[in-house]
């Protein structure tokens, strides 16, 4: 359960901004009257997935990791059974998994990370690997 | 002085968090604008606006607080008016529409949930799929590897099954949820997921909902499935 009370409290609660950055952003009302703020350096970041997965490095990334798959296990096995996928099945998701088609491509969570610990700065995208952030916190 | 707009409520509200510190450094205290039927949720503007972290989890934080209390329609990251005024005339101008918004919200929660593949099982599954794959992965692994081109010749068949994958992981995610929810909209346009999608959810069904969640992880452990919520209903305020 991905639930984390708010900070001030109440049942409001969310999980954490950057995972909820693309709705504060991209959704909600808005008011033609109004000023819009500028939004530079963060719309950027919305990476074509396609343009990722029809790469070579998505391919050979690919390729290197079958080479490692054991699949003595055998074709018919159901797969993802929990000594092959350990920590995901463990209530959700913890720990280090990555979308397959994601490992080059940036999300706008990633780079936020990258500016929380500078909070004077803008987002800036960067060219890193994706790591998908999840916590688990009971409420 | 110009005026930054957080949400809108019905005047009857009763619990929104004024004085509540917002957006800006130091954070501006939040107040109310009251017109009809209708109060925004505001507070000075600073002189410089930008994205920055600490604005953005102040304009979160300030409707996270204000939808415990009542219904609230969230704005946009980055709404700003001339002076107070200028709020007024936009209430009263759409006023009835804001008020049916309002309507239709009450006691509602966004719920946002996105999902990816766990690499290691959905490269498992999709040789364990497909015969073919998996001898073109197997020669390359007797032969230490395969060569360079026979790695991108394998590489992009898997990818390729991979998206395939991710396609009908995407609905079986959206069908599985969909009647746990009132209404749905797909999330913004944002890489490293097969599925996000944001759900409607009557406060009283949030567990409900949770619960199918958790069906679907158990369903398909290959997925990874994140939840984020209960959220203002951002998605969903038009």
């Known amino acids: ?139 | 002085m110009t005026t930054y707009v957080y949400g809108i409520a019905r005047r009857g509200h009763g619990r929104l968090p004024e004085q509540m510190g917002g957006i800006g450094d130091p954070p501006r205290p939040v107040r109310t604008v009251e017109q009809g039927e209708l109060v925004a949720l505001v507070s000075d503007a600073p002189e410089e606006l930008k994205p920055k972290r600490r604005d953005l989890l102040a304009h979160q934080n300030v409707l996270a607080e204000a939808g415990a209390g009542g219904p609230v329609l969230p704005m946009r990251f980055g709404g700003v008016s001339t002076d107070d005024e200028a709020v007024r005339a936009v209430l009263a101008e759409h006023e009835e529409r804001y008020l049916e918004r309002l309507q239709a919200l009450d006691g509602k929660v966004e719920y946002n949930v996105k999902a990816t593949h766990d690499e290691e099982a959905v490269l498992h599954q999709v040789l364990a799929d497909n015969a073919e794959l998996r001898a073109l992965s197997e020669a390359n692994r007797k032969s230490g590897g395969g060569t360079y081109e026979d790695k991108l010749r394998l590489g992009e068949r898997i990818a390729a099954a991979v998206q395939q994958r991710e396609r009908t992981d995407a609905a079986l995610v959206e069908q599985a949820l969909r009647d746990a929810a009132e209404e749905q909209c797909p999330g913004p346009q944002s890489t490293g997921w097969l599925a996000n999608i944001s759900f409607l959810v009557p406060r009283e069904s949030a567990d409900e909902f949770i619960a199918t969640v958790d069906r679907v992880r158990a369903q398909a452990p290959h997925l990874v499935v994140q939840v984020h919520g209960p959220l203002p209903p951002y998605s969903f305020t038009g």
């Open chain 1, 1 to 139: 359960m991905t639930v984390v009370p708010a900070q001030q409290g109440g049942s409001g609660g969310t999980s954490g901004l950057y995972d909820v950055l693309e709705l504060v952003l991209d959704r909600g009302l808005v008011i033609d009257a109004f000023v819009r703020v500028s939004l530079v350096g963060i719309e950027i970041l919305k990476i074509d997935i396609r343009v990722v997965v029809a790469s070579v490095d998505t391919y050979l990334r690919f390729a290197e990791a079958c080479n490692r798959l054991d699949l003595e296990a055998g074709p018919h096995r159901n797969p993802g059974l929990p000594d092959l996928v350990g920590d995901v099945t463990e209530s959700g998701a913890r720990g280090k998994t990555k979308g397959a088609l994601s490992g080059a491509a940036q999300t706008i969570s990633d780079a936020f990370k990258e500016a929380r610990d500078d909070g004077e700065r803008e987002t800036k995208p960067r060219a890193r690997r994706t790591t998908s952030r999840r916590k688990e916190e009971q409420e």
